[in-house]
Structure formats: C-alpha cells, structure tokens
T-cell receptor, first 117, second 118 residues
C-alpha cells in the first residue's frame, strides 16, 4: 500500500490553463506539505497544513491555492499556469513525536512532474 | 542563501567500500537532521535521522554523525552496494517544543549523487 500518493504523476499543459494535483496519505498523519523541486534540484517548502488548517504559506504566487478537505488529503490548485511553474511537486506528510525534543519525519509522495508549454 | 549545503554534487565509490556524504548547515535553530535517498522519477525516501542531543545514530549499514559545533553532519554507508546508487539529500528542521506542529518544514541541501561501482 502506498503511504503517500499523488495524482497525476505527469502533467503536460498549456500556459494559462488551470490544473490541480491531488495528494492522499494513509499514514494517519496530522500534517501535510507541498514542496517544489526547481530546475536546480532544490526542494523548497510551499505550504503546510495541520488538521486541515493552513500553517505555512511561503512566498508563493496566489495563483497557487492548497485545499485540504480532510487531514488525509491536501490538493494543490494552480490557476493561469506559467512557464516558470514547470517543476516537480512533492507532497509529504508527518506526525510529530516526542523523542529527545519534538521530531517530525516527513514521508514523501512520488512527485508530480508538471510541464507548462 | 543556502542554509543547508552539500558541497559535493557527486561521489563515486567501489562496492564494499565506505561512502561518506557530507552536509553543512548555517542556521543555529536547526536541531533535527534527516537524510533522504532519491531514485529518478521517485519521491525522496527517508533513510535515517538524528536529533541534536546525539552525535551519532546507526541503522544497519547507515550511520549519521553530527558535529554541532562545526554545524556539520555526515552519512556513512558501510559497505556500499550498487543498489545504494541514488541522490542523497540532507535536510534539517527546527524541532523546538515552542514551535507549532506544521511549522517544521524541512530545508534541503542540493543533493549528492552517489554511484557505487560493482
């Protein structure tokens, strides 16, 4: 069973279109994240949600809107796609635990490869 | 500004030998560190982690060492196997009890591509 799943795995679309990426985790975690892997291969945080509440919202254009219908799902909707949005988007989830300090190990989905033409 | 740096973009070792991957960080607020392994077209897979209260953590062939004063950590793989060939990412997060859950986003390094030669 896949712990963190994303759909679609590949997404090719035209500039100006609106698209959504879905993420689901079956780990029972409270927190979910969206990361973007840019052309230089850095993974950077975009958003985090805890129990359906938005916690982190980095400087991401407001064309990107996350939505969490329940704590097992975190979807990413992108309006008016631009060429620079082409990247790999990773969803992750975590559950905080106390072990010599508060620790959260994040588990990642397989990624969605978005190509905007 | 890169708060987590992996200065070696690639590393090649012979099967059976030790692989040592290095990572440096600059943010003193980081006190939980993780290594992820990534194969092409897959998501990062958690490998091993270490809290700042420790200086070493072992899990089978993988050992992570943390030198807080130098703000440096390393991942040792012994013995290296061809299946270990992948990109390894170092990541760090603050894990203060004062921080709300969900605020501990990971800051990643740029990765080191490890090639283990048979």
């Amino acid at each position: 069973d896949t712990a963190v799943s994303q759909t679609p795995k590949y997404l090719v679309t035209q500039m100006g279109n609106d698209k959504s990426i879905k993420c689901e985790q079956n780990l029972g975690h409270d927190t979910m994240y969206w990361y973007k892997q840019d052309s230089k291969k850095f993974l950077k945080i975009m958003f985090s949600y805890n129990n359906k509440e938005l916690i982190i919202n980095e400087t991401v254009p407001n064309r990107f809107s996350p939505k969490s219908p329940d704590k097992a799902h975190l979807n990413l909707h992108i309006n008016s796609l631009e060429l620079g949005d082409s990247a790999v988007y990773f969803c992750a989830s975590s559950q905080a635990r106390l072990a010599g300090g508060l620790q959260e190990t994040q588990y990642f989905g397989p990624g969605t490869r978005l190509l905007v033409l | 500004d890169q708060q987590v740096k992996q200065n070696s973009p690639s590393l090649s070792v012979q099967e059976g030998r030790i692989s040592i991957l290095n990572c440096d960080y600059t943010n003193s607020m980081f006190d939980y560190f993780l290594w992820y392994k990534k194969y092409p077209a897959e998501g990062p897979t958690f490998l091993i982690s270490i809290s700042s209260i420790k200086d070493k953590n072992e899990d089978g062939r993988f050992t992570v060492f943390l030198n807080k004063s130098a703000k440096h950590l390393s991942l040792h793989i012994v013995p290296s196997q061809p299946g270990d060939s992948a990109v390894y990412f170092c990541a760090a997060s603050p894990s203060s009890l004062l921080m709300d859950t969900g605020r501990r986003a990971l800051t990643f390094g740029s990765g080191t591509r490890l090639q283990v030669q048979p």
